[in-house]
């Protein structure tokens, strides 16, 4: 054993790194896999960038591969001002978007000139067993720089036995003048033990102007 112990440590280089000369062809063959990905990690699935488009939606890629998905969006900007960025489900791949839900909805505000802040529950954004859209962004304006960036999470949607939950966090720049930077925060559950395998993005008027919406899966 002490051989065995001293032929490794001369092998080891002061940084504690192993020489090349510790391995040869003996060592290598007898290597029959390598290791995965670590889990955790976030895989690029779709991403879409929308250009004066009434929706995006999602069709392909949520299925039963991840446990756990994330929409990221990035500088979504409306065509109309004071509108609302809203989503919902689909359970026959993108044919009906209608699935039945609950969700809460809060919001944080502050204005440009610091004359207000807020910290509020939303009565009339959330739903309660709905099968309308849920709003995500609340008051997007349309000026030149304004949009709305965060990102939406969806779990476990493949499941046959349970509802399905989703959280999203979004800040923006609210229409009003001067305007203010909102961030909000929504969750809920679509409520049916079928599979949602699509999701729809539309604005409550008008057209989604620009922006990206990237989907990932979580190993």
Same mark, same amino acid.
């Given at each position: ?25 003996? $060592?290598? +063959? $007898? ?5 995965? &990905? ?9 991403? %879409?960038? &929308? ?28 065509? +109309? ?26 919001? &944080? ?19 309660? %067993? ?17 949009? /709305? ?9 493949? $499941? ?21 930077? %909102?961030?909000?925060?929504?969750? /809920? ?7 949602? =395998?699509?999701? =729809?993005? %539309? ?17």
């Amino acid at each position: 054993m002490g051989s065995i112990i001293r032929t490794a440590a001369n092998n080891v280089g002061a940084s504690g790194v192993f020489s090349s000369s510790a391995f040869n062809n003996a $060592s290598l +063959n $007898s290597v029959t896999s390598l290791p995965t &990905a670590v889990d955790g990690k976030m895989k690029l699935i779709l991403s %879409q960038t &929308a250009s004066s488009d009434a929706s995006l939606s999602f069709t392909s890629g949520i299925d039963s591969t991840y446990k756990t998905y994330c929409f990221k969006f990035i500088n979504i900007h409306p065509a +109309n001002n004071d509108t609302n960025l809203n989503y919902n489900g689909s359970t026959d791949g993108g044919s009906n978007y209608n699935v039945t839900k609950t969700t809460t909805f809060f919001e &944080a505000r502050h204005k440009e000139d610091n004359t207000s802040n807020s910290l509020a529950y939303n009565t009339g954004a959330d739903l309660a %067993q709905s099968t309308g859209y849920q709003r995500i962004i609340n008051g997007l304006g349309n000026a030149g720089d304004a949009t /709305g960036s965060g990102e939406l999470w969806l779990f476990n949607p493949s $499941s046959t036995t349970y509802v399905k939950h989703f959280m999203s966090r979004l800040n923006s720049m609210n229409y009003q003048s001067p305007p203010f930077t %909102q961030d909000i925060f929504v969750a /809920g559950y679509f409520n049916t033990t079928s599979a949602i =395998n699509a999701i =729809n993005f %539309q604005m409550s008027s008008g057209n989604i102007d620009a922006g990206t919406i990237a989907l990932y899966g979580i190993a």
